[in-house]
């Protein structure tokens, strides 16, 4: 009798939401947490993306285990990636801020202005895959970097939506604080669908340029 009670309460709509409800509270929380000591954000990116590949991809269900598993993994190129990441985008703010406001009497021309955000590139057309290759593949640090470019320039509409999900998501983030318990783990889902297409239709590529090699 217990058991029969048990079980109706476990196959039950409410108790399946309030589970997938909590586990995306979990996968967030443990995001967050990682991601407090600013150094290892990049490593928190790619295990929050390898947990979510797992969860809803490969439909496993350790979601504490996985996270942890993925950050130990990753944890010295995502903080290398991450840094080198941080200071370039440091150099290319200050760059352009100089553009845009100068320093002190110093004021630069005009047409300086758009040059300026030039720099910006590299990040913009690198970083939407970078922490999903790190999580999926062991490409090594230029590795990963370069194929995340090669991935960009394959899927330039893709790329550019990934871009908006995560600047919605901090948007979200910042206007609304509680929200981010939750938005984290839905932004790496709905990014982790456009990526893993990507994944996908490259290694189909690189497979087809292999058999006609043969």
């Not at 954000?41 to 598993?69: C, E, P, W």
């Not at 352009?96 to 009497?105: P, T, V």
């Not at 110093?106 to 922490?131: A, M």
């Not at 984290?184 to 058999?211: H, W």
């Amino acid at each position: 009798m217990a058991k029969r009670s048990l079980d109706h309460i476990t196959n039950s709509w409410l108790y399946r939401a309030s589970k997938a409800v909590g586990d995306v509270v979990i996968i967030s929380a443990l995001f967050l947490l990682f991601c407090l000591p600013v150094v290892t954000a990049g490593a928190s990116v790619t295990a929050l993306y390898y947990t979510v590949y797992h969860k809803y991809y490969k439909k496993t269900d350790n979601i504490t285990k996985d996270f942890m598993h993925s950050l130990k993994d990753n944890l010295k190129n995502g903080i290398i990636v991450h840094l080198i990441y941080l200071i370039y985008s440091a150099v290319v703010g200050f760059n352009i801020y100089f553009a845009f406001f100068g320093w002190g009497d110093i004021r630069l021309p005009d047409w300086y202005i758009p040059v300026s955000l030039l720099p910006l590139l590299p990040v913009v057309f690198t970083l939407p895959f970078v922490y999903a290759l790190m999580a999926r593949f062991d490409n090594g640090i230029k590795g990963t970097v370069k194929n995340s470019f090669t991935l960009c320039m394959m899927n330039f509409p893709k790329f550019i939506l990934i871009w908006l999900i995560v600047i919605l998501a901090l948007a979200i983030s910042i206007g609304f604080p509680p929200a981010a318990l939750v938005i984290p783990a839905g932004a790496a889902y709905l990014c982790q669908m456009i990526t893993e297409k990507a994944f996908t239709a490259a290694i189909d590529v690189e497979n087809s340029r292999g058999e006609e090699n043969e």
